[in-house]
């Protein structure tokens, strides 16, 4: 079974909020960064280009539960695996952990899409990122 | 049947991203400022005192789906209800709409709870809180 | 003497950290929402277009000195006016207020620029607008 | 004369605006950032604690020059030093670099003060750090 792609942060203060816990909100940038960490890992860019003009990967869906907050400070783990693969589309599913804790576990469902004027439109996943990302998928 | 709780919102520069729309991660702060006009309306503070100390109201879930985006100076509505009243806890339902457009629906979760060293506590929501959400329940 | 324009704003859970007042940093968007507030109240937009393309205003130098804190739900209020204006630049002076009390003073120097690939390039600031920021500066 | 302490940093997408470069609010927190990293290399922690109760090191004055964008994927340098010491204040410079171009200079005034209800007290900057701090001052 793949192994998750770990990506390690630490808690800055602008994360925290006057309950003196890093806000429920930061959660996603903090899966974006990982998200991002493990394209470049593969090879690609969040903003990529081919021959037809640039593509990226607006989020249509995302989710979280959070079981424990996170402090300034903390040095903290973000696991990331793929869920689902879809023809235009990746679940990628994150697990948060502080040492042996459990800190949040949540989802992002992000689609391929060619950007240009208009609406974004859904394009197939490249093949060859669709490739390594198929060898995430943790069942 | 009881209408949501209307909050209305500019997109400010800092809410948008390098792809010209607002950051999905943003919509989570939009939704907490709702949240935080609803219950002032109601005549409660997020950050709440009793004869026993603090309490507020940490998030144990939050979901988002997105269907359109939204772009730097967009004028947009942000409907708030009551999904699910629990003893503890309060499921709010947000409903994000542009004109006839509907933007994004999402959900949080947040639970009642004293706070103070170690970990929150879930409490009972006061009950002349619970009250008015309980008036506030769309089925 | 001209008046200032007056923005007034509310204290957001997310502007606030770990030490139960608003972030320093924070007070730069506040003051960006100020200036675009008054742009607007001007009939102008802060991403405008002509017959050359778009054009916006970079910032090339700011400063804040901080006098007292804001929390959870100030409500203050930001005055800006025009310390002076150059042919492609806008220096815009701020002050921060809550109730009676001085929260803090701050500077913006903007220029106005042509967008495009590469780097932003300088421009005059257009004429009607410039006669309105006239009418603005304090002496 | 003594090198500054250099904090290597990545620009990730929250950190960019719809003008497609990082917000110049984004700059304070990477200058922030770059302080807490250094006063961890020195041993000490942006929120300490000694027999009289917690201090920390509110901000009093900042300002930033920007010279050039950051833009999504930039891998830069902040260069911090200290460029003043007084008896409760420290003045810190930084400088941002990317590749060989300078990207912004800047200044924060942190003072240290006793924390607790009502306004903070500055209190004297602990000698272990404050021979610290003068070891790190560029003239």
């Known amino acids: 079974m793949p192994a998750p ?6 808690v800055e203060f ?8 890093v806000h429920f909100s930061v959660f996603f940038n903090y899966m974006e960064e990982a998200e991002h960490a493990l394209l470049r890992k593969l090879d690609f860019s969040v903003l990529a280009q081919d021959e037809n003009g640039a593509f990226s990967w607006p989020r249509v ?3 979280c539960d959070y079981r424990s907050p996170l402090r300034f400070g903390d040095e903290f783990d973000v696991d990331v695996s793929v869920a689902k693969l ?7 599913a994150f697990r948060f952990t502080l040492r042996e804790t459990v800190i949040a576990e949540a989802e ?5 899409c060619r950007l240009g004027a208009g ?3 859904p394009i197939p996943v490249p093949e060859p990122l ?10």
């Open 5 to 10: 792609y770990r990506h390690h942060r630490r």
């Open 14 to 21: 602008r994360d925290t909020d006057a309950a003196g816990i």
């Open 61 to 63: 869906a995302v989710k």
């Open 86 to 92: 879809g023809r235009s589309s990746v679940t990628y």
């Open 108 to 112: 992002i469902v992000a689609v391929c």
């Open 119 to 121: 609406r974004p439109t």
């Open 130 to 139: 669709a490739e390594k990302l198929r060898g995430m998928i943790i069942k």
